[in-house]
């Protein structure tokens, strides 16, 4: 366990970070590390934060892991500097009145007020992020837009405005921190503190979650299978059959078949399946939505095919996933979810559900 100590912030830029249940645990170590680097090559302390979570005390990570003594949001004023909500499962479930009246009160203090992974839908409920460019993680994408329709989103690493910043998660929170150290002390500590982590690039914001031409494992795919993979994934509500897939891409259906053999290890049309599942899937466990309406938004004209090949993908009905679904993996197996589930001590009256019919 770690201990996040129990001293509040007293000196430097005062950052705030709400774990809520289930964080992203690498995204939350990855952002504040570039911060304690600054301070060490500085030789004092510039940049404190305090850990903060709903009710204080320990909180679990979606990996399992747990930080123990945060300070419970209630119980401190939110007057940072610059204040984090990092969450990853069920963000829904944080729609307490009393958080969302202290995030509120942040916002009018004026501190830089933002999201990591799955944190902007958190703000989002608060009516936090309205007029603002938005990041979440892609898996969440989907369902973000749905909810939240009037909000602009982008499929980047991160974005920061003047008032507002949201970020992707994982490693590019660590981008994320070192854009904040450079646009506040400067691009000599930012660089001084990335090379003291070992961190060899700082990514733009701008750059795709997704890599373009070169897979993480480091071979270049062809720009016809990017662009092919592009088309499925605008075309999910109606998806486009084979032949009109090879005649966008000026390719015989044939051709379109040996590449996604041959780079992706599956034909175009499991391939393009999966996309959909996949899509359906985040919209399932992460929103309220009728799973008709899900299906629909997902290519499907009936629900048996949808039930049917959703089941034979994740080896799970969707209704059965709308409730396990939103239980980190790795905590499904454990007997006392307790620890995850410790938002079910806010007051469930007090949350506002949003409007999904």
């Excluded at 466990?285 to 049917?308: N, Y």
């Excluded at 938002?343 to 009256?349: A, G, I, L, M």
Aim: net charge negative; proline share 5%; aromatic share 10%.
């Amino acid at each position: 366990m770690i201990d996040a100590g129990r001293n509040p912030v007293v000196a430097g830029y005062r950052i705030g970070m709400l774990l809520l249940p289930g964080f992203n645990s690498f995204a939350a170590q990855g952002f504040l590390d570039p911060f304690r680097a600054a301070n060490y090559l500085r030789g004092e302390r510039i940049y404190g934060w305090q850990l903060l979570s709903p009710t204080g005390g320990s909180v679990t990570a979606s990996n399992g892991l747990a930080i123990g003594d945060t300070f419970a949001f209630g119980d401190l004023s939110p007057e940072f500097d610059l204040l984090l909500v990092n969450a990853s499962w069920t963000p829904e479930a944080f729609q307490d009145r009393a958080l969302q009246s202290w995030l509120r009160q942040a916002s009018r203090h004026g501190c830089l007020l933002g999201g990591i992974d799955t944190g902007a839908f958190v703000l989002a409920y608060a009516d936090l992020l309205d007029g603002h460019r938005t990041v979440v993680h892609y898996e969440h994408l989907a369902a973000f837009n749905e909810l939240f329709p009037a909000i602009e989103t982008e499929e980047s690493l991160y974005s920061i405005d003047p008032r507002r910043f949201s970020c992707c998660g994982g490693l590019a929170a660590v981008d994320l921190a070192l854009e904040l150290i450079q646009g506040r002390d400067g691009i000599e500590l930012a660089n001084t503190a990335a090379r003291y982590i070992f961190h060899e690039r700082l990514r733009d914001g701008g750059e795709s979650q997704v890599p373009q031409a070169l897979q993480p494992v480091g071979y270049q795919v062809p720009a016809k299978l990017r662009e092919a993979i592009l088309l499925m994934e605008r075309n999910v509500e109606e998806p486009l059959t084979q032949p009109e897939l090879a005649s966008y891409l000026d390719l015989s259906v044939r051709q379109v078949q040996r590449i996604f053999k041959q780079y992706v290890g599956v034909t175009p049309v499991r391939y393009y399946l999966n996309l959909r599942l996949d899509r359906a899937r985040g919209l399932v466990t992460q929103t309220e939505m009728p799973i008709m309406e899900i299906a629909a938004l997902c290519g499907f004209v009936r629900a048996e095919q949808f039930s049917r090949a959703y089941s034979k993908r994740f080896d799970i009905t969707p209704m059965r996933d709308r409730i396990e679904g939103r239980i980190p993996f790795q905590l499904r197996n454990v007997t006392d979810h307790a620890a995850y589930h410790s938002v079910d001590q806010v007051d469930q009256h007090s949350r506002s559900r949003p409007n999904t019919s």
